[in-house]
Nanobody, 121 residues
């Protein structure tokens, strides 16, 4: 089994910063398209940032210029640096990864348990 464990959420004032981390562990042959999503109360889950199949970062328009996604492939870890936070960034942030368990197998989507980010105005 594969686990994605997020950390780094919390309460911050508007204009502040937080850094989220997500580490994948378990039976992993390779990981594809690791990224971050968020879900605010009463809203659908939405993409925040991810890496494209070509390895380029991809951002939601609402976070461009404020958030930066990065990764450590050797440690199966992805990070999300969030600066200039706004009240509307308040949500549960989820890590997502497509995981292959062995050579030649399909990729399967896996989700972390989520970490709460609350931005006070």
């Amino acid at each position: 089994q594969v686990q994605l464990v997020e950390s780094g959420g919390g309460l911050v004032q508007a204009g502040g910063s937080l850094r989220l981390s997500c580490a994948a562990s378990g039976t992993i042959f390779s990981i594809n398209n690791m990224g971050w999503y968020r879900q605010a109360p009463g809203e659908q889950r939405e993409l925040v940032a991810s890496f494209t199949s070509g390895g380029r970062p991809n951002y939601a328009d609402s976070v461009k210029g404020r958030f930066t996604i990065s990764r450590d492939n050797a440690k199966n870890t992805v990070f999300l640096q969030m600066n200039s936070l706004k009240a509307e960034d308040t949500a549960v942030y989820y890590c997502n990864a497509e995981v292959r368990y062995r050579s030649g197998a399909n990729y399967y989507p896996r989700w972390g348990q989520g970490t709460q980010v609350t931005v006070s105005s």
